[in-house]
């Protein structure tokens, strides 16, 4: 807002009461410049506030959802105000790009089917909805899509070099108990850890467990 003071004349220079006034007059007039300006940026969907972009939503028949954030509210105004171009892969490419939607459109025109791939850390949930919404309005109707995200896992394993031992033991019951034990020794190599196993079995009769 301009100084007021700059446009009095100069027969009012040292004048207490038209100084004061004009103190008065600059806070109102900022005020009034600040809902000008703001009533210009609303005119624009990327400029606009959160009153400006309800102005829109009611005149496309968009539900006024405070919940979401201002830029979602942008994005969901401007892709229902796009005008309308051929559709193209390239041109759906850029679109998706210049409404902030990092995905690789890939299509199989054999099978009618767009395949969409972007990085899980690269896209929200609400980008993919917005990009659902895309592909539900450019899309031919004999065309099927799918969204897909991907992310890269790391997974590390240890690696053991040794020994396993397994131990078994049998137990005869007979009038005199005789007990058996047989231990066996192997090599072994590989990416998961050895358990060892000891099992105790009991029977009636004289017949050696121990095979």
């Known amino acids: 807002m ?12 040292g004048v207490r009461e038209m100084q004061r006034l004009m103190e008065v007059e600059q806070k109102m007039g ?29 005149q496309l028949g968009i539900p006024t959802d405070y919940t979401k ?16 171009r051929p559709i193209t892969i390239r041109y759906f490419q850029e679109l998706i790009q210049s409404l902030d939607i990092s995905a690789v459109v890939d299509v199989d025109h054999i ?24 592909l539900n309005v450019y899309l031919p109707v004999n065309m099927t899509y799918q969204i897909r995200t991907q992310t890269a896992v790391e997974t590390q394993l240890d690696f053991y070099l040794g ?6 033991v049998a137990t005869v019951v007979m009038p005199d108990l005789d007990a058996a034990t047989d231990t066996t020794q192997e090599l ?23 095979e």
Not at 188 to 210: C, F, S
């Open 2 to 13: 301009l100084n007021l003071k700059d446009y009095l004349p100069s027969y009012y220079d």
């Open 69 to 84: 954030s201002l830029e979602s509210r942008q994005y969901d105004v401007l892709m229902r105000i796009l005008p309308p």
């Open 111 to 134: 099978r009618s089917h767009v395949d969409t791939m972007s990085e899980a850390h690269d896209i929200t949930p609400e980008q993919i909805k917005r990009l659902r919404y895309l």
């Open 188 to 210: 072994y190599a590989g990416a998961i850890k050895p358990d060892v196993a000891v099992a105790t079995m009991v029977r009636e009769g004289g017949e050696n467990l121990n």
């Open 163 to 168: 020994a396993i031992q397994n131990v078994a």
């Open 30 to 58: 900022d005020r009034f410049g600040d809902s000008e300006e703001r009533l210009l940026m609303n005119q624009f969907v990327m400029q606009a506030d959160s009153e400006g972009l309800a102005l829109f939503e009611y």
